[in-house]
């Protein structure tokens, strides 16, 4: 027994050598993804449910990273946001995203990115965002920020600062994974936002129990009672969006109507701009 334990803790600690060794390079390599031009976006377009019309689009980050194929944000970003590089990198997503939302001016999209908790504590971070805006040339309502429910509702007050300066600046701010924190009416009352994300876990159990249905039932009420616009996230299935448009959400996002892909890719098809 003494012997297997011993093997046992020697392999664990080889294991945890590779994994703080891994997360070195990662960090390592991050620092020069900016720089490197390694970053990429991908666009995910958000749909009308009642004719799929494109309302919008979310920019969605990836890092090719040399020798390790296209990363998913679940690989790097948690070191980002550890690490303090996440605002060097939000920094480039936002202005990617604004230059691109200029580029499909004639889409008349709205273009949706995703804000870290560590952006909105720095106490800049709302006025970087205007100076992007005045750079590019996009209107201010074009583009939303989308902010988790726990970040949303904390009472840290850079935080309430940023999204107070964002809203009088005219940018939409949207509640990003709504379901998955612990936020009051009373406090979904007082946040500056127009849009209400609808957690992709609640979706993805949609039509699979009554509970489900009725959860997302209440949600929808509740937001449309306070005035915000519904998008459901990762609807993959016709009867998701059948639900979801006979529960009265207004929009849709997932893998039903499109993958998350390049500028390039989606100018396929979104001419028409409403997604077959
Ligand atoms: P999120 O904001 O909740 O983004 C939606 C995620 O759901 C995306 O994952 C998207 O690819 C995925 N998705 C969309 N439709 C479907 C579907 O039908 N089925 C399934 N299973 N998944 C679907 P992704 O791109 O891996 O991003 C993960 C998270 O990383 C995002 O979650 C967001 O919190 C964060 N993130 C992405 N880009 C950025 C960024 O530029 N900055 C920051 N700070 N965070 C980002
Ligand atoms: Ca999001
Ligand atoms: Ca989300
Ligand atoms: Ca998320």
Redesign the pocket.
Same mark, same amino acid.
């Given at each position: 027994a003494k012997t297997g334990a011993r093997s046992q803790f020697v392999i664990f600690d080889d294991d945890m050598q590779q994994r703080v060794a891994g997360r070195l390079a990662t960090e390592h390599a991050l620092r020069n993804a900016v720089s490197n031009e390694e970053l990429v976006?991908?666009y995910?377009p958000i749909v009308a449910l009642t004719d799929r019309r494109l309302l919008g689009t979310?920019?969605?980050?990836r890092w090719e990273r040399p020798g390790h194929g296209l990363l998913?944000? @679940?690989a790097f970003?948690p070191i980002a946001e550890e690490t303090r590089l996440?605002q060097t990198?939000?920094a480039w997503?936002i202005e990617t995203a604004c230059r691109q939302a200029v580029a499909w001016d004639h889409l008349e999209a709205t273009m949706a990115?995703?804000?870290?908790a560590r952006?909105l504590q720095q106490p800049d971070t709302a006025d970087k965002i205007s100076d992007v805006l005045r750079d590019t040339g996009l209107a201010a309502r074009r583009l939303i920020m989308?902010i988790?429910e726990s970040t949303l509702v904390s009472d840290d007050a850079t935080v309430a600062a940023n999204l107070a300066r964002l809203h009088a600046l005219g940018i939409q701010l949207a509640i990003? @994974?709504f379901g998955t924190g612990y936020s009051s009416f009373a406090s979904l009352r007082q946040l500056p936002a127009q849009t209400l994300k609808i957690d992709?876990s609640f979706i993805?159990r949609l039509g699979d129990d009554d509970a489900t249905t009725a959860i997302v039932g209440a949600i929808i009420n509740m937001g449309h009672a306070l005035g915000l616009g519904i998008v459901a996230?990762?609807?993959?299935r016709a009867v998701q969006a059948q639900l979801l448009h006979a529960l009265g959400c207004d929009a849709a996002?997932?893998?039903?109507f499109a993958?998350?892909q390049p500028a390039a890719a989606l100018e396929r098809y979104l001419p028409a701009t409403t997604i077959r």
């Amino acid at each position: 027994a003494k012997t297997g334990a011993r093997s046992q803790f020697v392999i664990f600690d080889d294991d945890m050598q590779q994994r703080v060794a891994g997360r070195l390079a990662t960090e390592h390599a991050l620092r020069n993804a900016v720089s490197n031009e390694e970053l990429v976006l991908h666009y995910q377009p958000i749909v009308a449910l009642t004719d799929r019309r494109l309302l919008g689009t979310e920019a969605l980050l990836r890092w090719e990273r040399p020798g390790h194929g296209l990363l998913i944000p @679940d690989a790097f970003i948690p070191i980002a946001e550890e690490t303090r590089l996440i605002q060097t990198i939000d920094a480039w997503v936002i202005e990617t995203a604004c230059r691109q939302a200029v580029a499909w001016d004639h889409l008349e999209a709205t273009m949706a990115v995703n804000l870290s908790a560590r952006d909105l504590q720095q106490p800049d971070t709302a006025d970087k965002i205007s100076d992007v805006l005045r750079d590019t040339g996009l209107a201010a309502r074009r583009l939303i920020m989308e902010i988790t429910e726990s970040t949303l509702v904390s009472d840290d007050a850079t935080v309430a600062a940023n999204l107070a300066r964002l809203h009088a600046l005219g940018i939409q701010l949207a509640i990003d @994974d709504f379901g998955t924190g612990y936020s009051s009416f009373a406090s979904l009352r007082q946040l500056p936002a127009q849009t209400l994300k609808i957690d992709r876990s609640f979706i993805s159990r949609l039509g699979d129990d009554d509970a489900t249905t009725a959860i997302v039932g209440a949600i929808i009420n509740m937001g449309h009672a306070l005035g915000l616009g519904i998008v459901a996230e990762g609807v993959e299935r016709a009867v998701q969006a059948q639900l979801l448009h006979a529960l009265g959400c207004d929009a849709a996002q997932g893998h039903l109507f499109a993958h998350p892909q390049p500028a390039a890719a989606l100018e396929r098809y979104l001419p028409a701009t409403t997604i077959r």
